[in-house]
C-alpha cells in the first residue's frame, strides 16, 4: 500500500511565498521518480517539477523554472516563490515506479500513485 499526503498549500498575495510538502508511506522504495503536478478549474492536470529517487536530479516545466524548487529528504518538497495568479490551482504529488526521462518525467499519466491534492492560491 503506497500513500501520499500533501501539505502546505494555502493563500498568498503575488510574489509571495509557499513550501509544499509531500509525506510518502508504504513501498517507497519501489519508487524510480517523483513529481508535483497542477490542475486549475477547467484545466488538463500538468506537471511542474519531477526528481529522481535515486540521485536527486531535477526537471522542471517552463513556466517554473527559477522560481520552484524540487527537492526531498524523507520527504518531498517544493519550494514555491515569486508566486503569480497564473500558479492558482489544486497541487498534486505524485510517484512512479519507473525512472523517467525527458518529457515524460512531467507526463501526468506516467505516475501511478497520487496524493489528495492541497489547494494553492495566489492574488493579484
Known amino acids: 500500500q503506497v500513500q501520499l499526503v500533501e501539505s502546505g498549500g494555502g493563500s498568498v498575495q503575488s510574489g509571495g511565498s509557499l513550501r509544499l510538502s509531500c509525506a510518502a508511506s508504504?513501498?517507497?522504495?519501489?519508487?524510480?521518480?517523483m513529481g508535483w503536478f497542477r490542475q486549475a478549474p477547467g484545466k488538463a492536470r500538468e506537471g511542474v517539477a519531477s526528481?529522481?529517487?535515486?540521485?536527486g536530479g531535477t526537471y522542471y516545466a517552463d513556466s517554473v523554472k527559477g522560481r520552484f524548487t524540487i527537492s526531498k529528504d524523507n520527504t518531498l518538497y517544493l519550494q514555491m516563490n515569486s508566486l503569480e495568479p497564473g500558479d492558482t490551482a489544486m497541487y498534486y504529488c505524485?510517484?512512479?515506479?519507473?525512472?523517467?526521462?525527458?518529457?515524460?518525467?512531467?507526463?501526468?499519466?506516467?505516475?501511478?500513485?497520487w496524493g489528495q491534492g492541497t489547494q494553492v492560491t495566489v492574488s493579484s
Open positions: 526528481i529522481y529517487i535515486y540521485n
Open positions: 505524485a510517484a512512479a515506479s519507473s525512472v523517467l526521462i525527458g518529457a515524460a518525467r512531467l507526463n501526468p499519466a506516467r505516475y501511478t500513485y
Open positions: 508504504g513501498y517507497t522504495y519501489t519508487y524510480g521518480s
